[in-house]
């Protein structure tokens, strides 16, 4: 059991090599094996999650960090002591997280096979799915921070790959799908920047980005719990609401361990081992046990105590500097000691204002990534790409990014409260606003987009009012019944094209011409929509159940994970007396806004009648895309009772005997640190159920009964004059796009337009290099040419030239020629040789 975890980076290595097939050999490939190699390699990630699975329950819950071959030394530097390993971290949260990531990449892997039928490049698309998978699980998986940005960045570019996939389609839609692509590439480098200062920030305070150390241990309360006898499915939760504030060590009720007498081997959960340290003394214990006789396992406590500080990760060493009082230091291991204060060279500044910075940054990381006010606008346009790729985005890998780096960071938001409060206010605003903006869409998949943005906003409340466990309860069902809504708009858009391309082609029968090729036709928006309920059975059963999961009626998934976090809200505010919990109460509003545009979506979509004749001539799709959207409606139906809270009685179907009540969390409490859940709120969630509920009535009074679209293709609130204006600004999102464009597009145009023209080329190119180099560098050129070269160098050397001639006319006429002049002067020089050899004779 314990060498399970060592196919750890199977779940990385896999879907990798099916992006190197798809990319290098797919062309030569027929669809049906490019397909299935992209199935297989996203499937198989799931079968790993399974054995991983296993080992996590085998090992009473406790982390495996596994050391992948070849990649130990990721990044050593011994002389300046910085060693950053790539580690994969398994844990329940990571778990948690890789779970549904390879189960539904999967489900939207088969469903693109049938979506993307005929598509030119149809091998390079699953080749960016399975890479896009790959770095998903890099960044859940990873041990560290930096480990977590490879995966962060890698999303981000496949992510742009993907969005602007279709980049050369005609008649200017490639552009907007390229321009698309761009915007989202660039309102995540914003939120990129934040997470790297982030990353700098903690580097410098800790000198480590590990979130935990091999040997540590991650929540010193469950091995209490655990060594006393509680642990696996009996567990209580830790903190059981009432009290947010105290962190309540969990399992404070007794229960039989499944794990008492189950075992012979006698596992030490002293720390978080690796796999080699753990056989090791797996093995020790082993031989105790047989010493000592038991019979079943034991399970000894301890926490970090015996650690030295720098022996810990990043959040353990911020708790242990937030604790320190004034003056008081820490010994760090190495020989020297730290304070609160935290050295940057030129200042200095106290560690509780180091973790509100990091915070900070986190969430500016957050936004870009989940798509949060003030950087959401990149989302809507994300719908650019192949459904696949929307539903793969917005339900599995990339938004939930930003909420799973905070969650994962909740020791640091734990101890920042003005950075929770922030947090907080961005997710309840970014939840009313983009779940206004949805309801005036036409576009189905932007309705959709826009409530992604909604969701991703509870969830960031969530983890703002310290609501860890309800953050990544929703995520995970809103991962299920948003694919589920997605891959169903993709069937809609499909089977409405099918339509549309039968009626073309039925009309072209009858007339015999080819008028209809000049009709523009948008098989995505809902006024061509209509009545579909019977052409499309399975797609709309299964689209009315994502739609009642997300709306959060019972006993849908949506239900019980939204009304987890609406119950935090509550205890947080009232019982807690939290400011934080006062504005997450906000969140009501944004839940009846999400009932309401989502039954506004299935009247315009599914119910009255056909309003085009492609709506008339739609068909249900193929068995390759319903069957996945099956799969998801079921998971979003019985998905919540993964976590039902205690003490519902009936209301579970007894389906809590089987699930168990707040068994996700209590799993997830192994990992997260500050996870407390919510009791069951029995007035939270009637508000919620008739909000909800009313908001349906609302919208079916509204758009029921074939009024979803006037006779001028209008939309009922557009037509009314009393909701003219409050639709219009919903319609234009707000000129959210528009203010964008006016503070910071349009002035960086002209910037850019200034620095291109008037800086770079009249000033640099114009002036500077032909007027100042170029006309500089003649004059002096001229100037050394002439006055220098020619006049003082030239002119100093044809002077020697001309007093060598005339020394040498002059001697020449000494050559005359007779050898009497020759004697003459050889006789005047040896005479001359002889009166200078005697001259010092002569002298003296």
Not at 210 to 216: A, G, I, N, S
Not at 819 to 824: E, L, T
């Amino acid at each position: 059991m314990q060498s399970l975890a060592l196919i750890a980076p199977l779940i990385i290595l896999l879907p990798s090599l099916g992006t190197f097939i798809n990319f290098f050999w797919g062309p030569k490939l027929n669809e049906r094996w490019s397909s299935l190699i992209g199935i297989t390699a996203s499937a198989s990630t799931f079968v790993v999650w399974l054995v991983l699975f296993a080992y996590l329950n085998g090992n009473y819950y406790q982390p495996a960090i596994v050391d992948p071959p070849i990649l130990d030394g990721w990044i050593r530097i011994p002389s300046i002591g910085l060693e950053i390993p790539w580690q994969q971290r398994i844990d329940t949260l990571s778990m948690a997280m890789m779970g549904f990531v390879t189960f539904v990449g999967t489900l939207i892997h088969i469903y693109a096979s049938g979506y993307m039928h005929g598509d030119p490049r149809f091998s390079r698309f699953f080749a960016y799915l399975n890479m896009f998978l790959a770095f998903m699980l890099i960044l859940v998986s990873g041990n560290n921070l930096l480990m977590m940005f490879v995966g962060w960045e890698g999303v981000g570019l496949c992510s742009y790959l993907l969005i602007g996939f279709w980049w050369d389609k005609k008649h200017g839609v490639g552009i907007k799908n390229s321009n698309a692509a761009r915007k989202a590439f660039i309102a995540n480098r914003v939120g990129d920047f934040g997470l790297l200062m982030a990353i700098f920030l903690a580097f410098w305070t800790f000198g480590t980005l590990d979130f935990y150390k091999p040997t540590e241990v991650t929540n010193p309360h469950m091995m209490e719990t655990l060594a006393s006898g509680g642990g696996h499915g009996e567990e209580t939760p830790a903190a059981e609401e009432g009290d947010h504030s105290e962190e309540t060590p969990a399992g404070e009720e007794e229960g039989e361990g499944d794990h008492s007498g189950s075992a012979a081997l006698m596992v030490s959960l002293t720390s978080d081992l690796t796999l080699e340290q753990e056989g090791d003394h797996g093995e020790e214990a082993a031989d105790s046990h047989g010493e000592e006789g038991h019979a079943g396992p034991v399970i000894e406590h301890t926490d970090n105590a015996h650690l030295a500080f720098n022996q810990l990760g990043i959040f353990a060493q911020a708790e242990k500097l937030a604790k320190l009082g004034e003056g008081e230091t820490v010994d760090r291991g190495d020989g020297t000691t730290m304070g609160r204060m935290v050295n940057f060279g030129a200042f200095e500044l106290d560690i509780d204002t180091v973790i509100t910075l990091i915070t900070l940054f986190m969430l500016l990381g957050a936004a870009g990534k989940s798509a949060q006010i003030p950087l959401f606008v990149w989302l809507p346009d994300a719908m650019a790409g192949p459904t696949p790729v929307s539903a793969l985005i917005h339900a599995a890998t990339m938004v939930t990014a930003g909420v799973y780096m905070m969650v994962r960071a909740n020791s640091f938001f734990y101890l920042a409260e003005f950075s929770s409060l922030v947090v907080t206010i961005v997710g309840v605003l970014t939840a009313i606003i983009a779940g206004y903006i949805a309801i005036g869409q036409f576009d189905i998949k932007r309705v959709l987009a826009y409530s992604t943005v909604s969701q991703l906003g509870f969830m960031v409340a969530a983890v703002g009012i310290g609501a860890y466990g309800a953050a990544m309860f929703h995520m995970i069902t809103h991962a299920f019944f948003k694919a589920l809504l997605f891959l169903g708009s993709g069937s809609v858009i499909h089977g409405v094209e099918h339509g549309h391309h039968h009626a073309h082609e039925h009309k072209h029968n009858d007339h015999g011409h080819d008028e209809h090729h000049a009709e523009e036709f948008d098989p995505q928006d809902m006024r061509n929509m209509g009545g579909l309920r019977r052409k499309m059975p399975i797609t709309y059963a299964t689209y009315l159940i994502g739609t009642l999961a997300l709306a959060g009626l019972y006993p849908f998934a949506g239900f019980w994970s939204k009304d987890e976090i609406l119950a935090d809200s509550w205890i947080a505010a009232i019982q807690d007396g939290k400011f934080a919990g006062f504005i997450a109460l906000g969140l009501f509003a944004a839940a009846a806004l999400t009932a309401f545009y989502m039954w506004r979506q299935i009247e315009m979509v599914f119910h009255g009648s056909p309003r085009t004749e492609a709506a008339e001539q739609a068909s249900e799709s193929v068995w390759t895309m319903t069957v996945p959207l099956i799969v998801l409606a079921v998971l979003s139906l019985l998905g919540g009772f993964l976590n039902i809270p205690s003490g519902i009685g009936l209301f579970s179907f007894g389906l809590q005997g089987i699930f168990g009540e707040h068994t996700l969390s209590t799993w997830l409490e192994y990992s997260v640190l500050h996870l407390h859940v919510a009791s069951f709120q029995p007035l939270i969630a009637i508000i919620s159920l008739v909000l909800a509920v009313a908001a349906i009535i609302l919208a079916n009074r509204i758009y029921g009964a074939n009024k979803a679209i006037n006779s001028e293709g209008l939309d009922p609130l557009e037509a009314n004059p009393a909701s003219r204006r409050v639709f219009a600004l919903s319609n234009a999102r707000l000129y959210w796009d528009e203010m964008y464009d006016r503070l910071f597009i349009t002035p960086f145009k002209r910037v850019a337009a200034f620095l291109a023209n008037v800086v770079d080329w009249a000033f640099l190119h114009d002036y500077f290099h032909d007027t100042v180099i170029t006309k500089g560098f003649n004059g002096i050129g001229r100037l050394l040419s002439q006055p220098v070269d020619l006049g003082i160098i030239d002119g100093t050397v044809n002077g020697f030239g001309r007093l060598a001639r005339w020394i040498s006319g002059g001697l020449r006429r000494t050559q005359t020629g007779y050898v009497r002049v020759y004697a003459v002067a050889l006789l005047i020089g040896v005479v001359a040789v002889i009166v200078f050899m005697l001259l010092p004779v002569l002298q003296g």
